[in-house]
């Protein structure tokens, strides 16, 4: 059986000093998914670093949700952008001579 | 380390408000923050003086002795003391300001260095962090060492770790190593790293994704008449025939002898082979008698 790594919704909130609302409102936006056991909520570890990017958007640089929402898609399609970008400046290396 | 005008640097006025402040530190916080900058790292440098800038600034303690001592700010205590002390004994002397303004004309010039250090420090300890915070690094290998998963070792921040890359990575692609990243805060997970691997070209072989391409030379008897030849590939020799009447620039494709496939093990892209046709030089009497009937016929 596969070991999941969960982080409480509240000690994360409590930790970050912030609002269990806006985590609601990431999960409700569909930016995160949350777990729920025994009546607890909780996000997967992996998910972690995605989080904390969205407590420092909308605390820190006061982006609201929407601002996240379209930032995020934004940086996904930059990401698969620069993967292109790679793979033909791989593929032209075909023609370097070096 | 030259003086830093944070006033500057968040483009405001020395009379600006708090609220002024925060808006400009957020303003230039939404350009230059590492979150949206991914990979940049003048971004990040960038963002770090204005961090530095708004954690001086946003503190009305901290402001009022960056404006009254300039760039000596972070010793203004012991400037007051050095004050306070110089007024008691010499009473006769005209007010502190003047002294200090005498002290920070070049005196102090050493101590602008550290204030930054303490500045970042203070910087660090007010921020909430519970995740470790993430490496990058950059590894280069030669084409040859991703064909065969290998392992390495690399030093980050003075640790050693061990790596197992994986054959058939890719120029430019980059891999996490869960954990290995920053210590986390309060318990929480540590960091992860990301090393970013450089390929370099190899002299006789092209990567294209997962297919490799080389050229090689071919006699001119050969490549009329046909026959056997033997070239290199990554995995060793092969023998490759040469079918009769082959022209200059012809291809031929090599089934799974190109470079491995990147976690796939067993698969392989394919090589092709371009033949370069050399002319024969230095031919003898017989040999050009010969290509003059050939060309006759």
Not at chain 2, 115 to 132: E, P, T
Request: glycine share 8%; charged share 30%.
């Amino acid at each position: 059986m596969e070991t999941e790594y969960l982080i409480a919704i509240e000690e994360f909130c409590t930790s970050h000093n912030i609002e269990i609302s806006f985590i609601s409102s990431l999960q409700q936006s569909g930016l995160i998914e949350i777990t729920t056991k025994k009546e607890s909520s909780f996000i997967e570890a992996d998910q972690l670093k995605q989080l904390e990017k969205y407590v420092r958007l909308y605390y820190e640089m006061d982006i609201n949700l929407e601002g996240i929402e379209t930032i995020n898609y934004l940086l996904q399609r930059i990401g698969s952008m620069q993967d292109e970008i790679r793979i033909l400046r791989n593929r032209l290396r075909v023609y370097e001579n070096e | 380390m030259d003086f830093v005008d944070y006033y500057k640097l968040l483009g405001i006025e020395k009379t600006a408000t708090p609220k002024e402040i925060k808006s400009a530190y957020r303003k230039l916080a939404r350009k230059h923050h590492p979150d949206l900058n991914p990979n940049d790292k003048d971004a990040k440098r960038k963002f770090q003086q204005i961090n530095e800038a708004n954690e001086v600034l946003s503190d009305p303690e901290k402001r009022k002795k960056y404006d009254q001592y300039g760039k000596d700010w972070q010793h203004s205590e012991q400037f007051e003391k050095q004050q306070q002390y110089q007024n008691q004994n010499r009473p006769s002397q005209s007010g502190g300001s003047r002294y200090s303004q005498t002290q920070s004309d070049g005196d102090f010039s050493d101590f602008f260095e550290s204030m930054f250090g303490g500045a970042r420090g203070a910087g660090r300890s007010r921020q909430v962090k519970y995740r470790g915070e993430d490496y990058t690094t950059e590894l280069q290998l030669e084409l040859i060492d991703a064909y065969k998963t290998h392992k390495q070792t690399l030093n980050v921040n003075g640790e050693k770790i061990r790596i197992t890359v994986p054959a058939g990575i890719e120029n430019g692609q980059t891999i996490k190593i869960a954990g290995h990243g920053g210590k986390g805060i309060n318990g929480g997970p540590d960091g992860d790293l990301y090393i970013t691997f450089l390929i370099s070209n190899h002299p006789d072989f092209k990567r294209s994704g997962n297919d490799l391409y080389t050229t090689v030379d071919l006699d001119l008897y050969k490549a009329v008449l046909g026959g056997e030849i033997t070239i290199e590939t990554l995995s060793g020799k092969v023998k490759l025939n040469v079918k009769p009447e082959t022209q200059n620039g012809n291809k031929v494709k090599l089934k799974n002898k190109g470079f491995p496939v990147y976690k796939s093990e067993g698969q392989y892209g394919d090589l092709y082979v371009t033949y370069s046709i050399k002319i024969p030089t230095n031919l003898s009497e017989k040999q050009k008698e010969l290509f003059n009937q050939l060309s006759e016929m």
